[in-house]
Nanobody, 120 residues
């Protein structure tokens, strides 16, 4: 079955860290640009981080706190989130990004999402 499965979300206090995982099955992530996105209640889904092998981009609000990485051997992409803030609360999704990570990138094939809640 071709799918992306996110995990690692949870409820944490402000300042804590979480590591989200995006595991692919049924296909190889090698050669794909992968993005992490998030959607808070009442807000549009936004791109958080993206990696396409040639570049890595982050949205301004997470620069210096979040790190995206790819593990070819495990066929997975990770999002290390440090110094979490209440405004980081959202459902986080990973997705393939056919157009690459330049400009306003958009997801195409999505996982089901994982909830991240940061309390103050």
């Amino acid at each position: 079955q071709v799918q992306l499965v996110e995990s690692g979300g949870g409820l944490v206090q402000s300042g804590a860290s979480l590591r989200l995982s995006c595991a692919a099955s049924g296909f190889s992530l090698d050669g794909y640009a992968i993005g992490w996105f998030r959607q808070a209640p009442g807000s549009e889904r936004e791109g958080v981080a993206c990696t396409d092998g040639g570049s890595i981009v982050y949205t301004h609000s997470v620069k210096g706190r979040f790190t995206i990485s790819k593990d070819k051997a495990k066929n997975a992409v990770y999002l290390q989130m440090n110094s979490l803030k209440p405004e980081d609360t959202a459902v986080y999704y990973c997705a393939t990004v056919p157009s690459g990570c330049s400009g306003s990138y958009r997801g195409y094939f999505w996982g089901q999402g994982t909830q991240v809640t940061v309390s103050s």
